[in-house]
């Protein structure tokens, strides 16, 4: 099996320890399906403050994200993985979701890019990464998070990650739908009953059931999904 690797760039490496060391992530990293290293953009400063931002050209409020650091970190991750993808996390980006991850998911090297403050030099978007990706119409206070959520979806995607490679398919948005209702023990809580299809022995009454409860769920909880299927 190939071997998957992440390069973060981050000015907040510890916030990584705890998602990445529990759960499927840390197993498929034992398992050597995965290698993720995440790297103190302050290792990459020349000024003795290990400064990182300044304030902007033209005036406006906040700190603005110095290209030299961010450059100097890509070229020296870039000597161990020069055919890696580079991604910049920002609000700004092209919207993240499930087809996305399944075209990462193809690409052995990511390299993330976490902003902070109140974005990045223009340059490093226009020169130095391959593209941008936003999580959602909000505002985080850095792109930590956001790699975060970039790592987990994606890897999921890789084969051997997951134990059941099913689980894949059935799961929400995979077939452009949200998953269907899921029930399990007790089939009576205070009056509350499972459905009788899900009880009754009958694999074609159940996968229809299925179908028509995914597509239903999709249609009152997500319309958007749902008339991007009518259009289809």
Same mark, same amino acid.
């Given at each position: 099996?190939?071997?998957?690797?992440?390069?973060?760039?981050?000015?907040?490496?510890?916030?990584?320890?705890?998602?990445? @060391?529990?759960?499927?992530?840390?197993?498929?990293? %034992?398992?050597?399906?995965? %290698?993720?290293?995440?790297?103190?953009?302050?290792?990459?400063?020349?000024?003795?403050?290990?400064?990182?931002?300044?304030?902007?050209?033209?005036?406006?409020? @906040?700190?603005?994200?110095?290209?030299?650091?961010?450059?100097?970190?890509?070229?020296?991750?870039?000597? %161990?993985?020069?055919?890696?993808?580079?991604?910049?996390?920002?609000?700004?980006?092209?919207?993240?979701?499930?087809?996305?991850?399944?075209?990462?998911?193809?690409?052995?090297?990511?390299?993330?890019?976490?902003?902070?403050?109140?974005?990045?030099?223009?340059?490093?978007?226009?020169?130095?990464?391959? %593209?941008?990706?936003?999580?959602?119409?909000?505002?985080?206070?850095?792109?930590?998070?956001?790699?975060?959520?970039?790592?987990?979806?994606?890897?999921?995607?890789?084969?051997?990650?997951?134990?059941?490679?099913?689980?894949?398919?059935?799961?929400?948005?995979?077939?452009?739908?949200?998953?269907?209702?899921?029930?399990?023990?007790?089939?009576?809580?205070?009056?509350?009953?499972?459905?009788?299809?899900?009880?009754?022995?009958?694999?074609?009454?159940?996968?229809?059931?299925?179908?028509?409860?995914?597509?239903?769920?999709?249609?009152?909880?997500?319309?958007?999904?749902?008339?991007?299927?009518?259009?289809?």
């Amino acid at each position: 099996m190939r071997r998957h690797r992440f390069d973060i760039v981050s000015i907040f490496p510890g916030m990584f320890e705890s998602p990445f @060391g529990d759960s499927i992530i840390h197993r498929a990293r %034992e398992k050597g399906l995965l %290698e993720i290293r995440v790297h103190d953009l302050r290792d990459f400063t020349l000024n003795k403050h290990r400064k990182v931002d300044d304030t902007p050209f033209g005036g406006g409020v @906040g700190m603005i994200m110095n290209v030299e650091p961010i450059a100097r970190a890509l070229e020296a991750i870039k000597k %161990e993985v020069p055919k890696a993808r580079t991604i910049l996390l920002s609000p700004g980006g092209k919207p993240f979701d499930q087809k996305k991850a399944s075209q990462l998911a193809h690409q052995e090297s990511l390299i993330l890019i976490c902003g902070r403050y109140e974005g990045v030099d223009e340059r490093v978007r226009l020169h130095f990464v391959d %593209e941008e990706v936003s999580i959602g119409d909000y505002i985080l206070t850095g792109g930590e998070i956001p790699a975060m959520v970039l790592v987990e979806t994606v890897s999921r995607l890789i084969p051997g990650v997951l134990g059941d490679s099913e689980s894949i398919v059935e799961e929400s948005f995979a077939g452009g739908v949200l998953e269907y209702p899921q029930y399990t023990r007790p089939r009576d809580f205070k009056g509350f009953k499972v459905p009788d299809v899900l009880v009754s022995g009958d694999p074609k009454k159940i996968r229809a059931w299925q179908k028509t409860e995914a597509l239903k769920k999709t249609e009152s909880v997500r319309p958007d999904l749902f008339e991007k299927i009518k259009r289809a």
